[in-house]
């Protein structure tokens, strides 16, 4: 008598295994076509070669930077909730690949490097307190992660992203 209750119980692990491979599916398939619409007024022309500057004074070329191995280029804010979640993952990514972010809409420098050191972050930050490098970019919403190769936008995603998803990106980049 005690295999009966085995046999349904099978059954049922199944159902929920395909189940949750389903969801799966659908939450990549609907995560990626976001992508897809939001990356549309992203420029696909070279990055601009202008020098930047981070807000500890350090010039920053992207192109140059990025004609040697990829470059990871992460647009958040301070205020950005869905930021606070990236963040940590974009800081551990610096440990090991090329990484530049860009503040946006965040205050002064002072107060962008003070939440910097707060919570640890070591990766390079360009201040764009009023939008306008987003603006140049296309981008619509934050956070937005994009990696450039040779001086051209490779890949572009939006949204929340792990640690495994930034390092996959990274490495079929290379």
């Not at 897809?36 to 022309?45: A, E, G, K």
């Not at 020098?51 to 647009?75: A, C, R």
């Not at 992660?145 to 990274?170: C, D, E, H, Y």
Request: with cysteine; glycine share 6%.
């Amino acid at each position: 008598m005690p295999k009966q209750p085995e046999k349904t119980a099978k059954p049922k692990v199944r159902r929920w295994l395909k189940e949750i491979l389903w969801m799966t599916a659908i939450v990549i398939a609907v995560s990626v076509a976001m992508d897809v619409w939001r990356s549309r007024t992203i420029p696909s022309d070279p990055v601009p070669a202008v020098p930047l500057q981070s807000t500890l004074g350090e010039s920053i070329d992207l192109v140059d930077l990025s004609s040697e191995k990829p470059v990871l280029v992460y647009f958040w804010g301070s205020w950005c909730q869905v930021c606070r979640f990236v963040s940590p993952s974009i800081n551990w990514l610096n440990n090991s690949h090329a990484v530049v972010s860009v503040a946006v809409s965040s205050g002064d420098d002072r107060r962008i490097n003070g939440y910097m050191n707060h919570h640890g972050y070591r990766f390079p930050v360009i201040n764009d307190n009023r939008g306008q490098l987003m603006q140049a970019w296309g981008i619509t919403a934050l956070p937005t992660v994009a990696i450039i190769k040779n001086g051209k936008v490779q890949t572009v995603t939006t949204g929340f992203s792990s640690p495994p998803g930034l390092w996959l990106r990274m490495a079929v980049n290379q």
